[in-house]
């Protein structure tokens, strides 16, 4: 099931939000973990077997690697967290990249192996990795197991983050397992937070996609440099907001149900550096492999040579954590090398250029990654980029890129200025203002505020409930409603 | 933030409101407006369940059914509108109250169309060696995108039409009946439905002329008609896919002036009629099904002889043969001015029907063949079946 389609909306969210709040306390992690069930059931109906049994591995492991750390047993607590590890890497590696590797083989040894074609069980990168997390952070202590195997199933497949992330480090939410507070402030941030994740993906992602899909079903031979630029800007402005809007209906539900879930984006393409927008993008992932991958490496502590080995690991890893294709692969790698660029000498040089020249550069080199990113086959890849340096021979511009331009221009100026902060910025700026105790000293100050506070409240309420009136709008007629994530 | 509680209530109203209409609002079967079959509640099955379909089944039955379809898909247009969009849906908001297709070059299929060409020819070399040389005629009608540029949005660009023609009638110079250029020559006047993706009867008397001069039969001139127009409001299918506010289409029917008897056969007897329209078609939402009762299999409409031969000054009886139409519901409208030039019009939808054409036409004395299409349809559909009869 997917948050943006009409099931969720008015099936599933209203029945499981009405018996979360009617079941008594205790049974409350249950009742979501059945939901959570029936949620994964509904997409993969066969395939909710897999993410159970990992839950069930993984909770043995877990409870395992505790009682050999309480008897002081350490080999054998590793052995337990590796075994873990191998079983879960196991899984990706055989519903996720066993096609890769088998053509691989098939390419380097000269032989015919079928290949097996397994449809990918969606989210299984995202469960995979959080299962993981808990016996590797019980090994090292820092968090306890969960009391029992309800609660620990409930992490693991609970249904906001299941499919998208924000991948969730058990560590972190442990103790809300345990206990939490469902209180007003949590419903209001929760419904606010669900409908704008709603808009930026109904209203703002599909529709950039559109534009996005025009351009990629459009002939090598008629691609312009205008189009060329217009379609990379929509795909980026796509990605961005299906990601980001997907993983704020998955924080806004977490809210409703008393969670409070680690942010995933935090204004990507504002970053002034590589290294800068890798700390804003799908941060739950980086985080990830920072603490599992890249630290247990050694990190950055032993010196230059190991720090860009790896880099090139973590890197190449994140790239085809994305999917398994070679050009996830190059897309990771690329940004290992610019990252280790950064790090050896580009950032001291960048401090000293204008910001305006840093956010460029960034922005350029992540407008490149997508098109590695988008295109599976290198050849495409390569024509595209081709056709963006303007080197296709081709005229700039040509009627069917004025008028793309002209139909999503306004679209696109939206888009760029939701990219910033600038918009929440000023609707904070505004309602801080009309709470303030400075303010209302005089008395036809605070009629004025009073005045002001009424017209922010009003844009507030009817700008969510406008956004979920024209959400709904464009899902009745949807022609165009995609699951970006189903190959991550 | 805990300021806005009303919002919270007024969010979750929206959904638990929706959530309950739908679930106790009656199932519609039919959607005139859509002109198509609604999905119904899936039933359970487990072997539907595992493979998936049950719930592919159940959201294609939760988006169908719907409440207030329509009104979602005006506010959907309204609001591409205010961001500056002149196309939604597929549909380009032209001028003039205008809403045009918008065809791309994904609707054409380049292997299907080759085909067909290759068909085409075939089936004529075989039906002209029945009906001897010059009697076969191919026609392809170009959809309002192709026709009505000058309304269209600036820059639109689209599925280019007349290249798709150029290449039929290379391949079948003789046979080719040119109704682009009338209908290009005319497009100020109103030949196609602001609201619908057929042409409108206008439209196809110029397809007429062209046919006749194509032909060499002579075109009953415009006084030997009268026009009338019902008086019904026209909402065709493409004002479907955006329901934005535009005037509505008339539909106009033209009578002859003469009065002349038809018997129009539908499917071999199913129903048997003395009109060339079904009225009682006005009064539901697909007016053009007025037209010999939309589309049918198979129609066969006999003109009285003798009466209409007496029509003064009307040449009825230069060809007296029998025409046999291959055509989608683009000829429904023009069919009524070609009838009157035979003594026997048979009207052959294949998507429908899978006869032995060559044999049909020996059996029925066949004289005449008119293949009809829209140049779109012609180029992604195949017309496997003109030449694989049963």
């Keep these: ?488 | 933030m805990k300021r806005y509680p009303w919002t919270v209530v007024a969010v979750f109203a929206v959904i638990a409101g929706i959530s309950l209409v739908s679930l106790l609002k009656p199932p519609v079967y039919y959607s005139e407006h859509e002109r198509r079959f609604l999905a119904q509640k899936p039933q359970w099955k487990i072997s539907d369940i595992l493979s998936g379909d049950f719930t592919g089944d159940y959201e294609v039955y939760l988006t169908d059914q719907f409440p207030f379809r329509d009104a979602w898909i005006s506010l959907r247009t309204a609001a591409e509108r205010v961001l500056g969009k002149k196309e939604s849906n597929g549909v380009y908001l032209a001028d003039d109250g205008y809403l045009i297709e918008r065809h791309t070059r994904e609707d054409m299929d380049e292997t299907v169309f080759r085909e067909n060409i290759e068909r085409t020819a075939r089936f004529v070399k075989q039906a002209e060696e029945i009906t001897g040389k010059g009697k076969v005629k191919i026609m392809l009608i170009p959809s309002a995108d192709s026709i009505l540029t000058d309304k269209l949005p600036a820059f639109a660009v689209g599925l280019d039409q007349s290249e798709l023609m150029s290449r039929v009638r290379q391949a079948l110079p003789d046979q080719y009946v040119d109704a682009a250029s009338i209908l290009r020559k005319h497009r100020e006047e109103e030949i196609y439905y602001r609201t619908d993706h057929h042409w409108t009867t206008l439209g196809a008397w110029y397809g007429y002329q062209a046919w006749a001069q194509e032909t060499g039969i002579p075109a009953w001139p415009a006084e030997a008609w009268h026009v009338e127009e019902p008086d019904y409001d026209f909402y065709g299918t493409v004002y479907s896919k955006v329901h934005v506010k535009v005037p509505p289409d008339r539909i106009q029917i033209y009578i002859p002036a003469e009065e002349i008897s038809y018997e129009v056969n539908y499917n071999g007897g199913e129903r048997i009629t003395g009109s060339l329209y079904a009225y009682d078609k006005l009064g539901t939402r697909d007016g053009y099904e007025v037209f010999l009762n939309g589309n049918q299999p198979l129609v066969k409409i006999t003109r009285s002889k003798g009466e209409a031969a007496a029509g003064a000054g009307m040449q009825t009886n230069d060809t007296a043969g029998n025409l046999l139409v291959i055509k989608d519901s683009y000829a429904n409208c023009m069919i009524p001015f070609l009838v009157n030039h035979f003594n026997e019009t048979h009207v052959m939808d294949l998507r429908y029907l899978w006869p032995d054409i060559p044999a049909y036409i020996r059996e029925n004395d066949i004289t005449d063949v008119l293949i009809l299409y829209q140049t779109v349809r012609y180029s992604n559909s195949s017309l496997y079946r003109l030449e694989h009869g049963k």
Excluded at chain 1, 356 to 381: N, P, T
Aim: proline share 3%; hydrophobic share 50%.
């Design chain 1, 1 to 488: 099931m997917v948050f943006s389609s009409f099931v969720f909306l008015f099936r599933f969210l209203p029945a499981v939000l009405l018996v979360y709040f009617l079941v008594p306390r205790i049974y409350k992690n249950l009742a979501l973990f059945l939901a959570s069930l029936i949620f994964y059931a509904w997409g993969e109906p066969l395939y909710v077997g897999l993410m159970i049994f990992s839950t069930v591995t993984d909770y043995i492991h877990g409870n395992l690697v505790d009682s050999f750390l309480n008897q002081n047993r350490r080999l054998a607590a590793k052995c337990a967290v590796a075994s873990s590890v191998i079983i879960n890497v196991l899984l990706l590696g055989i519903f996720k990249y066993s096609d890769l590797l088998i053509q691989g083989i098939n390419l380097a040894a000269h032989t015919q192996i079928p290949l097996p074609e397994l449809p990918l069980p969606v989210g299984i990168s995202f469960y995979t990795f959080q299962t993981m997390s808990y016996t590797i952070d019980i090994y090292r202590r820092e968090a306890r197991p969960a009391r029992n195997i309800i609660d620990f199933g409930a992490f693991v497949a609970l249904f906001p983050q299941l499919v998208a992330g924000p991948i969730v480090r058990y560590e972190t939410t442990d103790l809300q397992l345990r206990k939490r507070e469902i209180n007003r402030e949590k419903i209001v941030r929760g419904t606010l937070r669900l409908v704008t994740g709603l808009g930026k993906k109904v209203l703002l992602a599909n529709n950039i996609g559109v534009l996005w899909q025009t351009v990629a079903a459009i002939p090598m031979d008629e691609m312009t440099l205008l189009k060329a630029w217009l379609g990379i800007a929509a795909f980026a402005f796509q990605i961005y907001f299906d990601f980001s809007g997907y993983s704020d209906m998955a924080i806004g539900l977490g809210y409703l149900f008393g969670f409070v879930y680690p942010e995933n984006f935090r204004y990507p393409y504002m970053a002034d550096s590589i290294t800068d927008f890798w700390r804003r993008w799908h941060i739950t992932l980086g985080t990830w492999f920072k603490e599992y991958v890249y630290f247990p490496l050694g990190g950055s502590r032993k010196g230059k040579g190991v720090q860009i080995r790896n880099l090139l690991i973590v890197w190449g890893l994140t790239g085809i954590w994305h999917g398994a294709s070679l050009n996830f692969l190059i897309w990771g790698l690329y940004f290992a090398v610019l990252l280790i660029n950064e790090k050896l000498w580009l950032l001291k040089a960048l401090e000293k250029c204008r910001a305006a020249v840093r956010h460029l550069y960034a922005l350029f080199f992540i407008m490149i990654g997508w098109v590695i990113f988008a295109f599976d086959h290198f050849q495409d890849g390569i024509r595209y980029l081709s056709a963006l340096f303007g080197t296709s021979g081709l005229p700039a511009a040509d009627r069917e890129s004025l008028y793309l331009l002209s139909e999503y221009g306004l679209l696109l100026i939206l888009l760029a200025l939701g990219c910033t902060s600038l918009p929440f910025r000023r609707l904070r700026n505004l309602a801080s203002g009309c709470c303030g105790t400075a303010a209302g000293d005089v008395q036809s100050d605070a009629v004025h505020n009073g005045i002001r506070c009424i017209g922010i409240y009003c844009i507030v309420c009817i700008g969510t409930v406008g956004i979920l009136l024209l959400s709904i709008a464009y899902l009745v007629n949807a022609s165009y409603n995609p699951f970006l994530y189903f190959r991550f």
